[in-house]
């Protein structure tokens, strides 16, 4: 479940720095949900189903 939304939130951070800086910061806010995301996964130990 966390590696799909992390997936999905680095899909739009992509498509955020291809349509330029018309979004600012959230681009930046994505890539940090998604790395804090990836990193809870990779500490939790947790394999997939």
Do not use: D, K, N, Q
Not at 6 to 27: D, E, N, P, S
Request: proline fraction near 2%; glycine fraction near 10%; charged fraction near 10%.
């Amino acid at each position: 479940m966390l590696e799909t939304i992390a997936i999905i939130l680095l899909v739009l951070w992509l498509l955020g720095l291809v349509t330029g800086t018309t979004l600012g910061g959230f681009i930046y806010i994505l890539l940090v949900i998604a790395i804090v995301l990836f990193l809870v996964r990779l500490i939790s130990g947790r394999r997939p189903v």
